[in-house]
């Protein structure tokens, strides 16, 4: 898929998410659309891009 399919696909599975009734089918959700951003982004889409230490 190119990456606008995917970006298209995750808006789509995240309004779903946003929408969905009970929890399994709002996990199931999104599961899927954090499969569609590591596709989108690589392996490291859950970490921050900048760590800032206090």
Do not use: C, F, V, W
Request: proline residues 2%; positive net charge; without cysteine.
């Amino acid at each position: 898929m190119t990456t606008r399919q995917l970006n298209k696909e995750y808006a789509n599975t995240m309004l779903a998410a946003a929408e969905a009734l009970g929890r399994r089918e709002t996990m199931e959700l999104y599961k899927k659309a954090r499969s569609i951003k590591k596709k989108l982004h690589g392996e490291d889409a859950d970490r921050p891009l900048i760590n800032i230490d206090n």
